[in-house]
């Protein structure tokens, strides 16, 4: 799965609230430039999101990546709308996971990118979560 494609669900999370927090849209292009995506790309992506690829298309390494970046940009703000959750659960649900997958996460999850979180703990736990 492309970084794109990955960056343009971001961009609907982060957009969902009405409100593109400086946090957010920082996260988004950082993500964006360690993976070699211009500003000019992402602000395409921005303004025309990708849909998100058929699953039959998304590696469990990829569906991970999907949520560990979209619970992180929904906390990036300290600020996180019953809105916000219920797309990262829809979310969660059409990469085939039970929606406490989000919750479970969050729990785990650093709003602060510069602090790590054991990934390989929170890939289990997101293994524990599939249908």
């Known amino acids: 799965m492309s970084i794109k494609s990955k960056l343009s ?3 609907q999370l982060a957009n969902i609230d009405g409100d593109f ?12 430039k360690a993976n070699g995506i211009s500003e ?6 921005i303004e025309n999101p990708e849909p998100l690829p058929p699953l039959s298309t998304i590696s469990d390494d990829d569906k991970f990546e999907y949520l ?5 940009l929904m906390k990036i703000d300290s600020q996180v709308y ?7 659960e829809e979310l969660a ?17 650093y709003s602060d990118p510069s602090i790590t979180s054991n990934v390989e703990s929170l890939k289990r736990a997101v293994q524990k979560h599939q249908y």
């Open 82 to 88: 019953l809105s916000e959750i219920k797309y990262c």
């Open 21 to 32: 927090a400086g946090e957010e849209k920082d996260l988004i292009y950082m993500i964006a």
């Open 40 to 45: 000019d790309e992402v602000n395409n992506m």
């Open 9 to 11: 669900v971001l961009v």
């Open 68 to 72: 560990y970046h979209l619970v992180q």
């Open 93 to 109: 649900e059409k990469l085939g996971f039970r929606k406490n997958v989000i919750s479970d996460l969050s729990a785990k999850i």
